[in-house]
């Protein structure tokens, strides 16, 4: 990958936000999308036929149903993946602690690396294979039964955020069942669960970090009432990102913010 590629995902990442923003779309589509804007250079990168030209534009990805929204976009997925593998750990803990808004507690010291696991197997392993026998560990168990289906339910997206379907010459698995019981058969499937069952967490994850954003500070005990009116808010209207943004204008935390 070069540095072209990596600004034209900065391009996509940047007009797709923009334009649900600026749209009045739902805010739910950040995941769900089933388009986004893309040029002949990155959608080639993509494996999307059908797009020429070197300016980014809106592209119908009906008939792509892994892409769309951040979690098909090569911005994500290349910045949540190792030098030389995908991880679905970090994969599954951004999910967690942006999307869901509940963030993993740090990992334990002296945890094995999954290169490690590998290695003491004569054949090669799949990444969930991998996950599974790291996971065996009790210590890391816990933690891992939340992150895991996420960051698996990904794995069709390598390192560089390319569609695959196999690794190491074996069929990737991507189906999960998520901790809170909701089950997926793959990223699309993932994408819907997070965007409808868990939509009321994605509400609440995004107006503190949005609040968190505009006050320039992270949310304190007191501004609960706040973040409770902006879910209130979202659920009772049209659930659109440029609602969330004029709410948190006229609220309390950002009307008293203290000037620099």
Known sequence: MCIRDRTDMRKESEAFFDFVLKSDRPAEELISARYSFLNER????????????????LVDL???????????????LVVTSNPTRTSPVKRGLFVLDNILGTPAPPAPPDVPELEEVAHDHKKPLTMRQMMEVHREKPICASCHQRMDPIGL?????????QFRSKEAGLP?????????????????????VLANERRDDF??????????????????????????????RLKSGKGTLKELVMAITESTPFQKRRGG
């Open 62 to 76: 009906h008939e792509h149903p892994q892409r769309g929204g951040i979690l098909g976009q090569g911005t994500f």
């Open 172 to 192: 990737i698995d991507s189906a999960g069942t998520l901790i809170t019981g909701e089950k997926f058969n793959d990223i699309a499937g993932l994408k819907k």
């Open 42 to 57: 990155l959608a080639k990168f993509y494996g999307i036929p059908g797009v020429s030209g070197s300016e980014h534009r």
């Open 153 to 161: 339910g990904l794995e069709n997206f390598n390192a560089i955020g």
């Open 203 to 232: 509400y609440r994850c995004l107006s503190e970090k949005i609040l968190t954003y505009a006050i320039g500070r992270g949310p304190e005990y007191f501004d609960a009432v706040t973040i409770d009116l902006l879910v209130d």
